[in-house]
């Protein structure tokens, strides 16, 4: 390993959301004789709208204000089970193995893929910094550059030390226990083998990706535990991240949160309809 590489901000892919298929809802329009459209920008939106007009076949007299009055009224009463025909795929870059574990706790509603420790080297993983160590990185970095050794510098320089030799532990364990790995263990079953093992080194903060899928209602039910004041500060931090690549793919549902800032740098997410 050349460099000790580290994270200093998760990077949220959105894999996939939902889009709707017209046809189906025109030929259900047709067949029950009603002319109906949504002003809906976005397809997760205008699902959301057809499941809840279909409970109470509202399609014929739809009240003023279209499709953002129609979600802001189904979030006020709770009827959140529409909003479930939804959903988005995420991959997330960029977050530590404490992180995750955090997120998995997220049951309902929600699906995951994650890289496999066992199976991928991870002899040049990188390291989240936890935010509340940002500052410290930036006057390492200025230190580095040649500027002013402080507290805060030197403090974070034992952290990046530490985080290099375990990461230099993990190659000579995985090396050695690969040495040692049963006869009858071949090629990506010897490494396996060995990394297994040898990953006991690696820290909470080793960085991971995650493939994570959310229905609309599970989503809002993580942006409100993990965006809160109350969450770790790192899954605070991709709740908010996770809420703003989303929000123009489906306005309507996610429309209603506030990102405020906190004393602490980051922000939290705040809406007047929790767990819908
Ligand atoms: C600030 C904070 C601190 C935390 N601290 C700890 C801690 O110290 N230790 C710890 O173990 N965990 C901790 N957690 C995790 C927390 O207890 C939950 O496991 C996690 O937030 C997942 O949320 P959830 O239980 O609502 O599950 P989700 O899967 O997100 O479920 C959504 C909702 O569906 C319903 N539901 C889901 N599964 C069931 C079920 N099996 N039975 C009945 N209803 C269900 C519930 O209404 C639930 O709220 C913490 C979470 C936060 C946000």
């Known amino acids: 390993m050349d460099e000790l590489r580290l994270v200093l901000a998760p990077r949220v892919y959105v894999l996939a959301a939902t889009e709707m298929t017209p046809e189906g809802v025109h030929e259900y ?70 992180l995750t574990h955090e997120l998995v706790r997220h049951r309902a509603g929600c699906a995951y893929s994650q890289e496999s420790q066992r199976y991928v080297d991870a002899s040049g993983v990188a390291f989240v910094v936890p935010p509340a160590m940002l500052g410290w990185h930036a006057e ?46 071949e090629g990506t079953e010897r490494r396996k083998w060995a990394r297994q093992a040898a990953r006991s080194v690696l820290p909470g903060c080793a960085n991971t990706r995650i493939v994570a899928t959310f229905n609309g209602r599970a989503l809002r039910h993580f942006l409100e535990m993990r965006g809160s004041r109350h969450a770790e500060a790192e899954v605070r931090r991709l709740a908010v991240a996770v809420w703003e690549a989303t929000l123009g793919l489906a306005p309507g549902l996610l429309g209603d949160y506030e990102a405020r ?16």
């Open 140 to 185: 390492w970095q200025r230190m580095k550059a040649g500027g002013q050794v402080t507290v805060r510098a030197a403090r974070f320089d034992e952290w990046a030390l530490r985080r290099w030799a375990e990461q230099g532990e993990y190659s000579r364990l995985a090396e050695l226990l690969a040495s040692e790995a049963p006869a009858e263990l």
């Open 261 to 276: 800032p906190l004393p602490d740098g980051g922000r939290e997410l705040v809406t007047p309809w929790r767990k819908v």
């Open 29 to 98: 329009l047709v067949a029950r004789g009603v002319p109906w459209g949504s002003d809906a920008e976005a397809d997760p939106d205008r699902l959301a709208e057809v499941a809840g007009r279909v409970c109470y076949d509202s399609f014929k007299a739809p009240r003023p204000g279209g499709n953002a009055a129609y979600l802001g009224h189904i979030k006020e009463v709770g009827h959140g089970s529409v909003l479930e025909h939804a959903s988005f795929s995420y991959l997330l870059d960029g977050v530590s193995r404490t």
